[in-house]
């Protein structure tokens, strides 16, 4: 092999080390999907990764403002507990929590709850807490745009030292917009299509009148 083909493979082969290396120091708790439709009854996950030395035994989701008929999926070995405030009708969650179970290390899990999203477009801040056996609560809760804003040193130290991190998100979205005009689209489409046929019938009840006529004055 040539000195550059050694290079290339030896560029090629450092740019990879980079990015294996290029880890973050903590995996997030991601809730999915990113985004969903107005007024849409939507099954969330919250990905719980472990990515410490000891498993996760609890973890904690705060619910954002404005959703509503919220409903956990039963997880085995797990225990579920909602929180809500008022009462009765007037009952809003606000919280799930599950615990007494585990999250082994270097594994992840995954919890699902039900929820209608609100009817006019929004963002979900997605509030998450996990803790581990040892007592360590990883706070993900910290604005996402102050963490961009942050340098490498200060985003490891804030999961390194403060064992902070960044909330995830849901985009609430207008798709019924997006659905009307494909729909106005169509009908305009067709409508054109129609008249086209119209006029083209026309022509050719003109063009045999024309004949007609032309014929008789013979």
């Excluded at 560029?11 to 107005?38: E, K, N, R």
């Amino acid at each position: 092999m040539s000195y550059k083909r050694q290079s290339f493979a030896s560029t090629l082969i450092g740019i990879a080390s980079l990015f294996l290396l290029a880890t973050p120091a903590f995996a997030h708790v991601i809730v999915y999907p990113h985004q969903v439709g107005i007024a849409a009854t939507q099954d969330f996950t919250v990905s719980v990764p472990n990515e410490r030395d000891n498993p996760v035994t609890s973890v904690k989701l705060l619910i954002p403002a404005g959703l509503t008929a919220v409903s956990p999926n039963a997880t085995s070995g797990w225990t579920i507990n909602i929180k809500s405030k008022g009462s009765g009708d007037n009952a809003v969650i606000n919280e799930i929590d599950w615990t007494n179970g585990s999250v082994p290390v270097g594994q992840r899990e995954e919890f699902i709850f039900q929820a209608q999203v609100p009817p006019t477009p929004t963002t979900l801040d997605w509030k998450a807490y996990q803790t581990y056996s040892d007592g360590t609560v990883v706070s993900w809760d910290v604005d996402p745009a102050k963490v961009a804003n942050l340098s490498d040193a200060q985003q490891d130290a804030l999961a390194d030292k403060q064992k902070k991190g960044e909330y995830s998100t849901t985009q609430v979205i207008n798709d019924l917009a997006r659905s009307n005009d494909m729909t106005n689209s169509v009908n305009a489409a067709t409508q054109n299509a129609q008249m086209a046929e119209l006029f083209a019938g026309i022509a050719v009840i003109l063009a045999f009148i024309a004949i007609y006529i032309g014929w008789k004055k013979k």
